[in-house]
């Protein structure tokens, strides 16, 4: 099960942060990632951080998101900086025990979302 929560209405440069509450199994040595969907388009990849914590974004958002984990507590997190109109959509979070297979967004299962807006 997977539960993505934080999104919001902000402003363009503002911050915001995702959560994801990731009840997978073996979550601990899964990969993964964040996604986004904006109105009218696929679901595509926007970061991936692994089990021990390598991380890769899409190249939009580069310096501006950054995606870390809490093997711990089971959660993954999406901290978005300096917001852009682009950025709006529904954000989900997944997993794989695959690295490759985050960006494809291929998965047949998805949480509910969360919903960013963000205001020009």
């Known amino acids: 099960q997977l539960v993505e929560s934080g999104g919001g209405v902000v402003q363009a440069g503002g911050s915001l942060r995702l959560s994801c509450a990731a009840s997978l199994s073996m979550f601990g040595v899964q990969d993964m990632g964040w996604y986004r969907q904006a109105p009218g388009l696929q679901r595509d990849w926007v970061a991936s951080i692994s089990a021990v914590g390598r991380t890769d974004y899409k190249d939009s958002v580069k310096g501006r998101f950054a995606i870390s984990r809490d093997n711990a507590r089971d959660m993954v997190y999406l901290q978005m900086n300096d917001l852009r109109p682009e950025d709006s959509g529904v954000y989900y979070c997944?997993?794989?025990?695959?690295?490759?297979?985050?960006?494809?967004?291929?998965?047949?299962?998805w949480g509910q979302g969360t919903q960013v807006t963000v205001s020009s």
């Open positions: 997944n997993g794989a025990f695959q690295w490759e297979r985050l960006r494809r967004a291929d998965f047949d299962s």
